[in-house]
């Protein structure tokens, strides 16, 4: 049984997550006969073990506290992390547009701190793998450490290589390629060597400057489909009988996401109809250039 599975009366060594009325939250691992100190008084353990989720309990000073088991989008922005994650919002919409589905062989980089890494295992399932690649050990052993404890030990299909995608990929044949680096533009040639037709790649990319140098790159190399970029905002709501409204204040910018499809082999991308803007790739423009739209000698 993993994390993603669990359900049942609350057993020793699972997490679970108490919430005050206040709405400040603890994660406690259950261990029999531990306390857990707050301000509010000592909760004892043993007074969640065997209970099913959802109970209240008080602590020794009559505070209440609600149980719950962590959410897989509770867990991924309370874990520990060496580097920056995906937030859930992100990654929902990575798992929609980049048509992540069950027995899908993905591969990702960076894994930085498993946060994603643990979104792609629950879509692709038990018949799926995935490959994921990270540069630096120290974040490696943390995504370790945050995925086990939140999918469980028993990950067939996953393989976590320490080392750079671009040499250390052993996939030969991916379904679905995901980027969060910071040059996703140079995992080009190896989408175009291992994704299957119909494949996707997506990059996940913070500023605008990467997002059109990621854009332009697949467009200069043809053998992909139209990239599409978008972003999501989210925005939560304070909701109290008529005061009915968006909250004040909220994440105004995560990163943009980008898809494109893996043409057959020997054909090439339709490109656009529409005509660039007047400009777009004059002589100001230094990046890469579509087919079509290479400077002129005297430009
Ligand atoms: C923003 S973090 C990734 C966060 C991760 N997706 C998550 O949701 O927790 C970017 C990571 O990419 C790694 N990285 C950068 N270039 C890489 C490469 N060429 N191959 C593998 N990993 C790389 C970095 O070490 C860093 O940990």
């Known amino acids: ?6 359900s049942g009366p609350l057993v020793e060594g699972e997490w ?27 909760i004892r353990h043993d007074d969640m073990l065997g ?17 719950f088991r962590p959410l897989l989008f509770e867990y991924v922005v309370s874990m520990p992390r060496g580097a920056a994650i995906i937030y859930p919002k992100d990654a929902a919409q990575i798992v929609a547009q980049a048509d992540i589905y069950p027995g899908a062989r993905v591969v990702e980089a960076g894994a930085g701190s498993g946060s994603l890494t643990a979104y792609l295992l629950r879509a692709i399932g038990p018949t799926g793998t995935l490959g994921s690649y990270e540069l630096r050990e120290e974040f490696a052993e943390n995504v370790r450490k945050n995925v086990h404890q939140v999918a469980g030990d028993d990950l ?11 040499d250390a990929v052993t996939e030969t044949e991916i379904d ?20 299957v037709p119909g494949g996707i790649v997506c990059a996940y990319v913070a500023t605008t400057t990467q997002l059109s140098l990621f854009v332009e790159s697949i467009r200069a190399d043809g053998g992909f489909t139209e990239p599409r970029a978008w972003e999501t905002l989210e925005r939560d709501w304070h909701l109290q009988g008529l005061a009915v409204r968006p909250q004040h204040s909220m994440n105004g910018h995560t990163a943009f996401l980008v898809t494109a499809r893996r ?11 529409r005509r660039p803007a007047p400009g777009a790739y004059g002589p100001d423009y230094k990046g890469p250039r579509p087919a079509g739209l290479e400077l002129a000698e005297d430009d």
């Open 1 to 6: 049984m993993t994390s993603f599975t669990r």
């Open 16 to 42: 679970v997550r108490l919430t005050d009325p206040k709405g400040r939250k603890h994660n406690v691992q259950l261990e029999p006969g531990k306390e857990f100190s707050t301000k509010k008084g000592q």
């Open 51 to 67: 209970q099913p989720e959802g109970i209240v309990i008080q602590s020794s000073l009559d505070h209440p506290y609600q149980v």
């Open 156 to 166: 067939p299909g996953w393989t976590l290589t320490v080392g750079d995608v671009r």
């Open 176 to 195: 679905r390629l995901i980027l969060d680096m910071v040059d996703p533009w140079t995992c080009i040639p190896l989408a175009s060597e291992r994704l």
């Open 263 to 273: 043409m057959a082999p020997g054909h090439r991308s339709m490109g656009t109809s």
